[in-house]
């Protein structure tokens, strides 16, 4: 999940969320962080026991994998910054594990509001719990479940004297990706609590998911003056960097911040291990495997079983020409939770290795996620039209659905996907515009690049078409295991 919900929570009757930069997914967020002095306040909750939907989905991951073995929000002080000029990054070691900690404080406080549905402090320090189960599983049942506690927390006191309570709201709606929702409650946030860093954090979130990315860097930039030195300040602007093109900048921003995480006391695994996995990601953009497999390794010493990371090792592995080291990182992956994006991933492999059977299971377990439920539709709509346009399915239905997305999302992947999935519903004066949006950051991004060259192609440009494609081949050769190998043919007819 891109960068939502990334947030810590105290556990006295103010609430401080942060979120740290996703994300996702969300996701990409997210997809798309830590210190907070408000606590929310939620309440009406249910138990843990997930939805039938949540149990139908896990059907289909143990069809799909049978045969298969198996393998923010707290803290009341900001840590120092490290000397900036100290970058060299700390050796990884394991961080507690504190689940047992965290289930037994859900219970306590389900409890509590199954006996006082008003107890709105209760309820935001269990939505705040909900949404660290999220970010650690990317399991969103419990996204539902903060649902419920954030808006009952604001039935039992309204907003002007429960800023907890919009807050974790604001929250929820960004990792539903409904981040219109997300921005006005944000606005409202910034009225109610103006001197507060996380007001303007999330509000720079949302905007940046809705690509307005002018007043996504002066929310930052505010955040940034209330609150210099965090990991939640310094992670959003690592990823206004990466959308700048300025990767290693965004290297030095994702470093220190992992600097500050592990300054925590205690360290909290989820979020140390989330920037090791960032500084993987910043290192794969950029086509140094090497250092990408190291940090995901990292990532994976911090917290064993860390999905993102073991996913991100898939990646790599296929890369650096593992490719049955690479399956079976994404079976772990997916074991853990079915991220459609990880099962398509998955399908690519098993296509590579020539066993069509394995592959066609997975791509068809990519849709039976997406239409599982209606949440699942909202979070995954994008993923799915670039899975189809990926794979030449249904390509006027892809570019409906992204079209659709794109109309009330402007970010520059939004419009990626509107123009590659335009090119492959043959529709060029689309595909052609949709891509102008999605590089005009000048993000340095293999599979922007490689769009624009097929598109180029498309249309007879072929100097464009060369340019674009030998860029997109010369930062990262291997930027995913079937289209690199697609650019590479092109190039030589």
Known sequence: MNEICRRTFTTNSSYCPKVRASGRALFRHNQRCMHARFIPHYSGTKNLTLSRRKAGLTLLVALACAGLSASPFDSSSVAAAPNPGALALPVAVPLADDDKATNAAIRFLEDRVRRDTDDFSAQNRLAGLYLKRLRETGNYGF??????????????????????????????????????????????????????????????????????????????????ELSTSSVNTL?????????????????????????????LSPPQREIVAWCRWQLGET??????????????????????????????LGRV??????????????????????????????????????????????YALVEKIEYLSELNGALYNRQLAMFYADHDLKAEEAYVNASKEYAARRDIYGADAVAWTALKAGKLPEAQHAIKQA???????????????????AIGDKSSA??????????????????????????QD
């Open 439 to 457: 590089l005009r950051l000048g993000t340095q991004d293999a599979k922007l690049f490689y769009h624009a060259g097929m598109i180029a192609r």
């Open 235 to 263: 992670t959003r602007l690592a990823r206004l960097a990466m959308l700048r093109g300025e990767n290693n900048v965004a290297k030095q921003r994702y470093s220190t911040a992992l600097a500050l995480a592990l300054d």
């Open 283 to 312: 290192a794969f953009a950029s086509g140094d495997y090497e250092a990408a497999e190291r940090h995901y390794r990292d990532a994976l010493t911090t917290f064993p079983d860390y999905r993102l990371a073991l996913a991100a």
């Open 466 to 491: 060369r340019d674009y494609l030998n860029r997109a081949l010369t930062l990262n050769a291997q930027f995913d295991p079937l289209q690199a190998s697609i650019a590479k043919r092109a190039l």
């Open 143 to 224: 996204l539902g479940l903060a649902s419920v506690a954030a808006r009952a927390s604001l039935a039992a006191v309204p907003a002007e004297r429960n800023v907890g309570g919009l807050t974790a709201l604001a929250m929820v709606e960004s990792g539903s990706h409904n981040f219109a929702h997300a921005r006005d409650h944000a606005v409202r946030l910034t009225q109610l609590a103006p001197s507060q860093s996380f007001s303007y954090e999330i509000l720079g979130d949302a905007l940046l998911e809705l690509g307005d990315y002018e007043k996504a860097t002066a929310s930052f930039m505010k955040m940034e």
């Open 317 to 362: 592995r296929a890369a650096r020409g593992d490719l049955m080291g690479a399956i079976e990182f994404y079976k772990h992956a997916i074991r853990i939770f079915p991220d459609p994006t990880f099962v398509a991933a998955l399908g690519d492999l098993y296509k590579l290795a020539g066993r069509e059977k394995n592959a066609a299971a997975q």
